[in-house]
T-cell receptor, first 116, second 119 residues
Framework: GAVVSQHPSWVICKSGTSVKIECRSL??????MFWYRQFPKQSLMLMAT?????????EQGVEKDKFLINHASLTLSTLTVTSAHPEDSSFYIC????????????FGPGTRLLVL | AQKVTQAQTEISVVEKEDVTLDCVYE???????LFWYKQPPSGELVFLIR??????QNEISGRYSWNFQKSTSSFNFTITASQVVDSAVYFC????????????????FGQGTRLTINP
């Protein structure tokens, strides 16, 4: 149980294009989903928190217009990197949680984005 | 503010040795949860354990064991008879009620400990 999928796992795109990453909870309903970014050999950096049907809450320093998050249903959240640039290249990981704040976040396998 | 410190950046041991990964946390809240996750080279974070602040019982799961001590604000993780497949980055994380009341639902991560098990 508690499986989270992410698609795509790898994406290479040209600078200036937009990239959409999907995060799905496969066997539970995720009241809250989270998007993280991880640089090589570093810890996870929370980008935003999203609740189903609500606007995402972004962490300080994360551009809302750059990283569009949509949490359309209890099993799906999407992150769109708009007008991607090489500095957006990173490992993006989503997580999903069923229930309240103390419940476990289950993580997806991550998406490696390379912007050329 | 909440903080998690994993002072050991990298640990390297020979297979079958026991190894302990340290985790020290800071919070003013009396209600909080602690977690350990494993991140193998593939990148996916694998959930290992969740412990609430009111349960100080140590836990054992196969070769894995966890020692939670509120007196020292530590939640250490021990792997017994380590195996090459245990090689990964291990993260300790904290979720505290105070962060939630202030509107944040963050899971505060430590910097991670890179564990290498050599054959």
């Amino acid at each position: 149980g508690a499986v989270v999928s992410q698609h795509p796992s790898w994406v290479i795109c040209k600078s200036g294009t937009s990239v959409k990453i999907e995060c799905r909870s496969l066997d539970f309903q995720a009241t809250t989903m989270f998007w993280y970014r991880q640089f090589p050999k570093q810890s996870l950096m929370l980008m935003a928190t999203s609740n189903e049907g609500s606007k995402a809450t972004y962490e300080q320093g994360v551009e809302k217009d750059k990283f569009l998050i949509n949490h359309a249903s209890l099993t799906l959240s999407t992150l769109t990197v708009t007008s991607a640039h090489p500095e957006d290249s990173s490992f993006y990981i989503c997580s999903a949680r069923e229930g309240g704040w103390g419940e476990t976040q289950y993580f997806g396998p991550g998406t490696r984005l390379l912007v050329l | 503010a909440q903080k998690v410190t994993q002072a050991q950046t990298e640990i390297s041991v020979v297979e079958k040795e026991d190894v302990t990964l340290d985790c020290v946390y800071e919070t003013r809240d009396t209600t909080y949860y602690l977690f350990w996750y494993k991140q193998p080279p593939s990148g996916e974070l694998v959930f290992l354990i969740r412990r609430n602040s009111f349960d100080e019982q140590n836990e054992i799961s196969g070769r894995y064991s966890w020692n939670f001590q509120k007196s020292t604000s530590s939640f250490n993780f021990t792997i017994t008879a380590s195996q090459v497949v245990d090689s990964a980055v291990y993260f300790c994380a904290l979720s505290a009620l105070g962060d939630i009341i202030q509107g944040a639902q963050k899971l505060v991560f430590g910097q991670g400990t890179r564990l290498t098990i050599n054959p």
